[in-house]
């Protein structure tokens, strides 16, 4: 093997219980950057992840990580650092002790354990509470020491399922940068969600599942591009919806206009970028006031909506 | 780098110690967390503080001598004790019978129709009259059957019920005083005096002929008066010393003085052709007691202090290895602790941190069951030798501290955690190959485990309790103990042989499972193969399962 | 990575709306784990119940059938789990083999292997003690086993679950919810432990057709194992249902009364055995019972304290373990502890 394998690859994998699906027929690559993973409940997400994981076996076609088959091997968790959705901890251990016995399960001798704790802990931003008990954590804290658990050892791959799942808004933010930070330090780092915006502001790779299939792999942009034969809109608001709309519809790539509500007019075009190189010379040509421009479809919603055969 | 991908310098043996070093760890500290942990320990070692308690008030106590053949009483409270009595041929249950007592000869009765009701004399009086008496015998006692007045116990009568034989009649064989000094009697006595029997009443006489005196001997001397008489080899030995399985001096030695419950007399019961005798059989090799036969009445009363102190003192040692640390220790610590070392990870939801790690499954069970087990014998190793210290002090025996002990405290201690880590393996793998019936299966076995540890406690050969861990494991204490203190089989056969009470011989019995050699050794080696071979197929399954389990 | 996108399934039609297919990421039954992204508002119009509130009897029949029903059929009842109702089923057999025995000894006729039969297994003042107070296989393996199963989990599942909430956030207090658990568990133990006595005695005077002597000779006996056995049942409910209210698992007070029953035995018979001592027998359920029991049925005692040691242990056991109850109860916080 002269190069690396990637860190997560699937062939054809499937796996159902009994009757039902949890992933069909998925064959995908990751390796690098931040990916999000995502799909509405049931999309097979919490499936993906646990077979990763080695925690299921697939019906069909192969998993490997690091090109080594996490069912039969418990190796390539060397390199792998899981935070799971499930909130328990163990409650009775303080934060700092918790890292470090889970450091030692990866091998590592007392002293080393110790050191990498510390400097994860700190690395979340949990060293001043290191010596309390997690029991007695906020639900931020909590999450937070979750994910340096799964740094502690220093992973190559780092899979998050959920982990922005009932934070607040600080929490939230404070989770997000820590993701950012690692896709920055050239980790491989999966991050799960079905809330949309969360996966927006951390990255634009993105794999979508959807009923166990995949749906779509790679930039959120570029997808969006490729899917050319849906009209793809653009909202402005502005004073006069209907003059503006005389105005743009003899322009090339637009097609179609709609006035969604009082105020505010939308255009359809079937390529978005050409559509946004005319449209601020148009704009100042026809001298009405617009006050702001919207890619309302430029979202995961609509994606999804678009990739699931919605709208 | 293997195919795998694996290191194998720094995995396979530098790494390994480390994450089993963790798990195993993590483990004891969660059970530390569990306050069950410590109310089962706790409970554990209440239970040996109370056995203590009492093994300390028997100690203090001191060993009382047994008449371990019981002829020291005096039933018939003549003062003569039944051995004394039985070597003049007289009966313990006839007061007026007792060496050197002498012939009753009938002399003459007053009985209900007779005109003169007034007598007097110094004569055997039995029957119902007023007595005015110069003397009175209050030596001439008898038992309860003899109808002989205890003249000690003498009241006043209770003249304001109306009059003597009229409107009230004392307790038969008693007497009462009456304010003017005379008594009432009803029952037998000896005295001189003016004697008048009230009318419709009966009194005989008569005087005692060939009487001799016979010193009376002290009850002790009935006690431990038949020692043990062996020269430490084997063959046929043993003295009579107080001459009643000879019947050596015995005036009257016929079997039909023994009272019912007695043995008929055998005096080569153990059938050799040497009448009292005790057949000492050697083992050849070793040079041990291994076998005991006696006849009836030979050394059948000996020294107590020289043996049953130190039988009592193993049987304590025994009775608790076996009951206390075996069976009870053994069997609870494990239905407390271990069943939930796995299951209580997978219904809490913690158990992804573990199994996201670089740690075969298999080895994960192997190291919970260990990290369980460094509790639970470390429990175990200081109770026993907290248990040792104690008893081997304040035990019987010329020595300062008993350091023969120490050995069966250590067996009993290695008994124990092989027996909680068979159970230990069991109730873990029943827990992870049922996660939904695991729990009442082990309550069931739990069940099971115990009758049959009770069953071998009864019947230490009985065929269906090797089905069960308890068994192997009181089988182990059986063997080690012999191997320890290799007299013990002698202590045993001493016991049922001499009648000693000492309960060793329930408690222990010669290891069972020896391949037919009666060979301690390999009874050892037989209950630990059986005991590891439960634990290491146990993890073994459990490993494979739960390997092979899709984790939801 | 950005190689060409994967839309193979964006060609079909997913009619369904998301989350459905739900299923495959907790395929154990558990509920409400996560948010339903779709949701749906209902009508909602408030009728005010003017019907007036059954009596409290009913309130507490309810109660009790609830548990008592359940091992028939746990469709709206309580749930035993299946092991436990085989468990059960095992028991009861297994505790009316005499019955069986004795049904063979009619059928074998005067003399021969019937008469051994009946003598063995008939009437007489041990078998009937031990039919409720043998020590085995009857209080090793039976007794103890079917308490730890039917007592272990009555009040230590609601307090795991928290579904004793069910009960307080209705017209039941505390007293009415112990009371009904503690009677459910009692006749449960009691349909094993004293209906299989009483269908053994009966059985033996309907096999051997017995006449008016033989039930005047015998009635006293049977009244006295009657009462030894309610006594057994009303000791061990008292004992388990306590265990129960202090244990947050159903094992744990299951073993906890296992641990009770058999290690005051075996420490007693210990000290007995070694010390010549039977006063902790005291200590002892077990004992205590089969002691009262030996002076109900009139049979000799074996133990060499006094009956009055006994009684009294008994009795404190009952109010002890009583005490415990109902001060754990009425501290039981509604909520999932």
Redesign the interface.
């Known amino acids: 093997m002269t190069s690396e394998p990637p860190a997560v690859m699937l062939e054809s994998a499937s796996k159902w ?1 009994g009757q ?4 069909n027929d998925v ?7 931040v990916t999000g993973v995502l799909g ?3 999309a ?4 993906l992840f ?1 077979l990763l ?5 697939p019906s069909q076609g192969s998993v490997r990580l ?3 088959d996490p069912w ?7 390199r ?1 650092g ?1 935070v ?1 959705e ?5 409650e ?2 303080t934060g700092l002790d918790f890292l470090v ?2 450091a ?6 007392r002293e080393e354990a110790k050191e990498r704790a510390e400097h994860v802990l700190d690395f979340v931003g949990l060293s001043d509470v290191r010596h309390k008990e997690v029991g007695k954590y906020s639900k931020g804290m909590r999450q937070r020491v979750k994910i340096a ?1 799964a740094l502690v050892h220093d992973p190559d791959l780092i899979i998050l399922d959920e982990p922005l799942h009932g934070c607040d808004p600080l929490a939230r933010t404070s989770i997000m940068s820590v993701i950012r930070e690692l896709g920055n330090r050239g980790k491989t780092v999966i991050v799960s969600s ?1 809330i949309l915006e969360e996966i927006e502001r951390i990255t634009e ?1 993105i794999v979508i599942l ?10 959120l942009h ?2 969006r591009g ?2 050319d034969k849906h009209p793809h809109r653009i909202l402005l608001e502005t004073e006069a919806p209907r003059e503006l709309a005389k105005e743009l519809i003899t322009r090339k790539p637009i097609y179609g206009v709609r006035f969604p509500e009082e105020g505010y007019l939308e255009i359809q075009t079937s390529d978005l970028s050409a559509a946004h190189e005319i449209l601020p010379e148009a704009i100042v040509e026809s001298g009405i006031k617009v006050t702001s421009v919207e890619n309302p479809d430029d979202n995961l919603d609509s994606l999804l909506g ?5 709208d | 780098m293997d195919a795998q991908g694996r290191d194998l310098a720094e995995t396979v043996w530098t790494r390994i110690d480390r994450k089993a070093g963790a798990v195993i760890e993590l483990t004891i500290r969660q059970l530390r967390h569990k306050i069950s942990t410590w109310v089962v320990l706790a409970l554990g070692t209440m239970l040996m503080v109370l056995l203590l308690a009492f093994y300390i008030d028997s100690i203090r106590d001191g060993f009382e001598s047994i008449d371990n053949d019981g002829d020291s009483v005096d039933e018939d409270r003549d003062g003569y004790p039944l051995g004394q009595e039985r070597k003049y041929g007289t009966s313990d249950w006839d007061g007026e019978q007792f060496p050197g007592s002498g012939t009753f000869v009938y002399e003459g009765e007053i009985d209900w129709n007779d005109e003169n009701r007034e007598i007097s004399g110094n004569k055997t009086w039995e029957g119902q009259a007023y007595l005015d008496p110069s003397w009175i015998d209050t030596d001439y006692k008898g038992g309860q059957w003899d109808y002989i007045i205890d003249w000690d116990s003498v009241t006043s009568c209770p003249e304001d019920q109306g009059e003597a034989f009229m409107d009230w009649i004392p307790e038969w064989s008693s007497a009462c005083q009456l304010q003017d000094g005379t008594y009432v009697t009803n029952g037998k006595f000896r005295a001189e005096g003016n004697l008048t029997v009230p009318l419709d009443y009966y009194l005989s006489w008569g005087f005692v002929t060939g009487i001799f005196d016979v010193p009376k001997d002290p009850k002790e001397m009935y006690i431990d008066e038949d020692d043990i008489d062996w020269d430490g080899n084997g063959g046929s030995q043993g003295v009579d010393d107080d001459g009643d399985c000879l019947r050596v001096g015995w005036v009257s030695s016929s079997d039909q003085d023994m009272m019912w419950w007695e043995e008929p007399h055998n005096p080569d019961a153990n059938r050799n052709g040497i009448q009292c005798d005790v057949i000492w059989v050697m083992d050849p090799e070793t040079g041990e007691v291994i076998y005991i036969s006696a006849d009836s009445s030979v050394d059948e009363d000996p020294v107590d202090e020289n043996y049953v102190g130190e039988a009592s003192h193993r049987t304590f040692v025994i009775a608790t290895g076996k009951i206390a640390f075996v069976l009870l220790l053994g069997l609870f610590l494990p239905l407390f602790l271990s069943l939930g070392l796995v299951r209580d990870e997978t219904e809490r939801g913690t158990l992804h941190y573990l199994l996201s790690k670089p740690i075969h499954r298999g080895e994960f069970i192997l190291y919970r069951v260990l990290g369980y087990l460094a509790v639970v014998s470390a429990f175990i190793l200081i109770l026993s030798l907290f248990m040792a210290l104690i008893t081997s002090v304040i035990g019987p025996g010329d020595s300062l501290v008993r350091i023969g002990d120490f050995p069966v405290w250590l067996g009993i201690a290695v008994a124990t955690i092989l027996v909680l880590a068979a159970y230990g393996s069991l109730f873990n793998t029943i827990g992870l190959l049922l996660p939904k019936y695991g729990v009442y299966l082990c309550i069931i076995i739990g069940v099971w485990e115990f009758a049959m540890g009770f069953t071998t406690l009864i019947s230490p050969s009985s065929s269906i309790a090797t089905i069960s861990v308890s068994h192997w494991g009181l089988h182990l204490i059986d063997s080690i103990v012999l191997v320890s203190w290799p007299d013990t089989l002698q202590f045993s056969q001493m016991s049922s042989a001499f009648g000693l009470e000492t309960g060793l011989e329930w408690i222990w019995s010669p290891p069972v499972h020896t391949l037919n050699s009666s060979n301690p050794y390999l009874g050892i080696l037989t209950s630990v193969t059986m005991l590891s071979v439960i634990s290491i197929s146990m993890i073994g399954i459990g490993s494979a399962v739960f390997s092979k389990r899709e984790i939801m | 990575m950005k190689q060409g996108v994967d839309i193979s399934g964006g060609n079909t039609r997913m009619e369904s709306a998301f989350g459905s297919g739900d299923g495959d990421d907790e395929a154990s039954a558990s509920v409400a784990q996560k948010a339903e992204v779709k949701g749906s508002i209902f009508e909602q119009t408030y009728r005010p119940w003017r019907g007036s509130l059954g009596p409290r009897w009913v309130r507490n029949y309810a109660i009790f059938r609830h548990h008592v029903y359940g091992l028939f059929s746990s469709k709206g009842h309580r749930y035993y789990h299946p092991m436990v109702r085989l468990t059960i089923l095992i028991v009861f057999l297994f505790s009316l083999s005499p019955v069986a025995m004795l049904f063979l000894a009619s059928l074998g006729g005067q003399g021969g292997f019937g008469e051994v039969l009946s003598r063995m297994w008939g009437i007489n003042r041990y078998n009937l003690w031990g039919q409720v107070l043998g020590f085995f296989p009857r209080n090793l393996c039976m007794w103890p086993l079917l308490t730890a199963l039917v007592v272990g989990g009555m009040i230590s599942d609601d307090r795991r679950n928290g579904t004793s909430a069910i009960y307080f956030s209705r017209p039941v207090n505390r007293t009415d919810y112990t009371a009904m658990k503690y009677l459910s568990s009692a006749v449960v133990l009691g349909f094993v432990i004293v209906f299989s006595y009483m269908v053994y005695y009966t059985s033996a005077i309907i096999l051997n057709g017995e006449g008016w002597a033989f039930l005047i000779d015998t009635l006293p006996i049977f009244m006295g194992g009657l009462l030894a056995g309610i006594l057994l049942v009303l000791t061990y409910t008292s004992l388990g249902l306590a265990l129960s209210s202090i244990s947050q698992s159903r094992f744990f007070a299951a073993v906890a009364f296992l641990a009770v029953i058999y290690g005051t035995k075996m420490v007693a018979f210990l000290i007995e055995s070694t010390f010549e001592s039977s006063i902790l027998y005291v200590l002892s359920p077990y004992d205590g019972l089969a002691h009262i029991g030996q002076w109900l049925v009139g049979i000799e005692s074996n133990y060499d304290h006094p009956l009055a040691f006994s009684i009294v242990s008994i009795l404190l056991i009952n109010f002890l373990s009583l005490a415990l109850l109902t001060s754990r109860v009425s501290s039981l916080e509604v909520t999932r502890e």
């Open positions: 219980y039902v699906i949890g992933i064959s995908l690559a990751i390796d690098g950057g509405p409940n049931g097979g997400k919490s499936t646990k994981l080695g925690r299921l076996r690091f090109g080594i039969e091997s418990t190796s390539p968790f060397r792998v899981y799971s499930t909130e328990p901890l163990y009775w251990m016995t889970m030692r399960l990866h091998g590592m001798t658990h079905h790779q959807h009923n166990g299939r995949l749906l779509a792999l790679g930039n570029a997808i490729l899917l678009y990739l699931v055969g919605g």
